[in-house]
């Protein structure tokens, strides 16, 4: 009886508690049914809409209207239709029509259901109110769960029918529930078809079809399917309502959560607290009369309530870029800005800042007016000023007033933690963005000048890398084996790809820089390795060697990588930039045919003849912008900043990283030392680090993944953060993605602490954990020559017993980069 009580209270939307999947039944009596005219648009016939409307409400038929939201510029006479529906009042309410909703992630469908209704609303005119509860989306193979509307205010989710079928629910423990089926309707047909036992029934009718019938036959029509809904619901049939009051009925378990907070620091304000909370109130207490906003964060073990921080200035740039002021770090978590006034709803922001509605209480009520208005089913902050206390006896009308809110069967007052954390989803990507951007809010610290005793050291460890080179690259083809074990006289690898070569040719340019070897010397041998590389006509096209020999003059296979031949063009525009064989570099890589291989912006590899693209790999990224420092536009996975915010771009970069593989060190940070780190790699870089160093503070265990070489099949494997699982977890990987070596038990045997990995990181991201990191190789990585590839990340820190050219090459790179300075130049 107290959600039929609220009903009655109620013209507006809500919906249903429940849990993922599964579908509800109705109670006992006449099926829920709704209408819902769809198509709504600039270019709908106003006139043939609204005497189809108006004739519907005349009638008692009560309509859910679906407004498409078109980007700015196309909302010409559309306003004039928004506040038209307005005017209409209760009996017409209003939807938004985001066809592609059910392939959005949460995050996303969040902030589309944000922005839908803020442009419907700066059409409804100033104070007006544009409420809009319900979203009506497209049918479409695999839909994700619609759990990421509810930040926006949204509970109920329509499918739209591609025919007709019996209407179906689900609902997800947030309270949002999805309908799908349904019955079309269309401007010449005034019969219902039988229902056929359904709990609920959805009509839908596109307005397109409005222009086409003169409006008397469009009213004649509206009024004689009006009556044959009244005949159904006189019959017993059902009862028809808008969409947003079918989860009222039935079992959803329909609640809006409401949070309390007490403004300002004077005595009748705590003495209310007090009286608030022995209710069973939870309430929030602010001294200061202005808060700016609040940092909730993140929910603990088992739901275990967590302090609100609350902030100081902060402030959203146009671009998305979120800057606060904090009295330190911040845990993984949002901030949340109270925002009051007509047109005030909730949802995320373009800074990834959760605006959440709140009412104000600045003047005492009286015993007639509710503390939230009728129909009202927000979530939202309930804030008492000390003005609500202002008048005799108004403490007493408050507190029944709280009371009664309690009692009315669905409001549900929670703390604002449980509030923001109940309405948001949280999903693994959205962790993994919330606990990094924290991050990304505390203040920057330069990085101080490497201390002289710790110089010292570093040129010791570049001499011991350089000492792998000047052992074992052949005199006659200038070229190093790409692995080689120390223990047993040099057993080497004489096949290395133009991966190894571009490493080979930056542990020069690094050497050089840091003293190791002279001009001339350092010359000749670039010189004798671009000899080597000229590549080999296949096809048609002049492209650099799959694989090259080490020990024979210009041997190689056919094949070409595209994702090597991007750390090769690298590392050869890294030479120009710090040589004198600029116009050698120059005609060695006009010779090759490499536009012949990039094709859509797409970068693709020739494997035994066949073009195979590279774009969904980790390398991509890198090899375009290496592509691109030769004149060739080329496209990136990680490129998905433009056109968004800042934190949409990030969030949208981490869901295309997820279904690329594990996250690792390398190309990422190379980056960095080569090119000039974007601001996608920047991004992730600090992913990464982030990660890796709450691992090191929940186990002790230090964590630098990378690509590396193993002493048993596969060869060769990448360690990375796995993003997108519900927990943090280190994932491997292999060339041509065998199942076999994806299993944890393959993990656990091979994970290691990459000894390169750990230089890269005190070259790109100095401080205590690099610091950490470093020492753990130097410690135990250091062989007769070289470095180890890794070393177990176990207390007993076992090496592997090889070393290889990569490793040792790029801890020169990042030696020379912390050493002698940036060596990168920014991408043109």
Known sequence: MQRRRFLALSAASGLALGAGGRAFGAAAGPAAAAVVVTDISPTTDAANLFAVLETFRQNGLWVTCALCTPEAGALDGYGAIVRGLLALGPGIEIALELPELSQLSPHFQGRAAFQARRRLATLAGEGATLSAHTILCDTTQAPTDPVGVRSAGVRNVLVRPDRRGPTRSE??????????????????????????????????????????????????????????????????????????????????????????????????????????????????????????????????????????????????????????????????????????????????????VFELRDMPLDRPVTVEEPLIPPGGQDDLILSVHAGALGAPGAERVLL??????????????????????????????????????????????????????????????????????????????????????????????????????????????????????????????????LFQIAGRRSQGRLLPHGVIRTDLVRRGSSDFDGCDAGRLLAGLDTLRR???????????????????????????????????????????????????????????????????????????????????????????????????MSAESAWLAEVLHVAQVEEFEETGALIAVSEMPIRRAPWFVYLGLQLGRETREWGIDVVGGDEKYRTKDFLDQNMALSSKAAYLWAAYRPGPYADALVAFVRERARLPIGFASNVSASDDGVAAPFTDLNTNAVILQAIAHKLAGDGATPQP
């Not at 079309?184 to 229902?195: E, F, H, R, V, Y």
């Not at 990085?447 to 350089?466: F, I, N, Q």
């Not at 006659?476 to 190894?500: E, R």
């Not at 004198?580 to 005609?587: F, M, N, P």
């Open 171 to 352: 609902a997800w423990a947030n309270g949002v529930a999805r309908f799908s089926g349904g019955t079309p309707l269309t401007p010449w047909s005034a019969s219902l078809p039988a229902g056929g036992g359904d709990n609920h029934r959805l009509f839908y009718i596109s307005a397109d079809g409005f222009s086409a019938v003169s409006q008397a036959d469009l009213r004649r029509w509206a009024s004689n399917l009006a009556t044959a809904f009244f005949d159904a619901e006189l019959r017993g049939e059902m009862s028809a309502m808008p969409v947003s009051e079918l989860q009222l009925r039935d079992d959803f378990r329909f609640t809006r959560q409401v949070a309390v907070r007490l403004v300002g620091d004077t005595a009748a304000l705590r003495g209310f607290g007090d009286e608030v909370e022995r209710l069973g109130i939870p309430v929030l207490f602010q001294d200061d009369p202005e808060p700016r906003g609040y940092w909730v964060p993140e929910p603990g073990e088992a739901g275990a309530p967590t302090d609100v921080i609350a902030l100081g200035e902060f402030s959203c740039a146009p671009g998305g870029q979120l800057s606060l002021e904090t009295a330190g770090p911040l845990p993984s978590g949002i901030a949340v800005l109270p925002v009051a006034g007509a047109d005030a709803a909730s949802g995320m922001d373009d800074c990834a």
């Open 400 to 529: 029944a007033g709280l009371e009664a809110l309690g009692q009315d069967g669905i409001t549900r007052f929670v703390p604002l933690d449980q509030l923001v954390n109940t309405v948001l989803s949280y999903g693994a990507i959205e962790r993994r963005f919330r606990r990094t951007h924290a991050a990304t809010l505390e203040p920057e610290t330069a990085p101080a000048p490497v201390p002289s005793g710790e110089t010292g050291l570093y040129m010791e460890d570049a001499r011991l890398a350089w000492a792998f080179f000047e052992a074992f690259t052949d005199p006659n083809t200038g070229l190093c084996p790409a692995t080689a074990n120390v223990h047993t006289g040099g057993d080497a690898l004489t096949w290395v790809t133009m991966w190894d070569v571009g490493s080979q040719i930056n542990a020069l340019v690094a050497a050089h820089r840091l003293g190791l070897i002279e001009t001339g010397a350092f010359e000749a041998a670039a010189r004798r390795i």
């Open 578 to 676: 710090h040589s004198a064989l600029g116009d050698e570099i120059a005609a060695l890589v006009s010779s090759w045919d490499l536009d012949r291989i990039v094709i859509d912006e797409t970068i693709h590899s020739v494997t035994d003849g066949e073009l195979k693209s590279t774009y969904k790999s980790h390398c991509a990224h890198y090899a375009a912008r290496a592509f691109g420092r030769w004149g060739m536009a080329v496209k990136s996975p990680y490129q998905t900043l433009d056109g968004r915010t800042e934190a949409d771009g990030r969030m949208a970069m981490l869901e295309a990283v997820a279904g690329i593989g594990p996250l690792g060190a390398e190309p990422l940070l190379l980056e960095a030392l080569e090119l000039g």
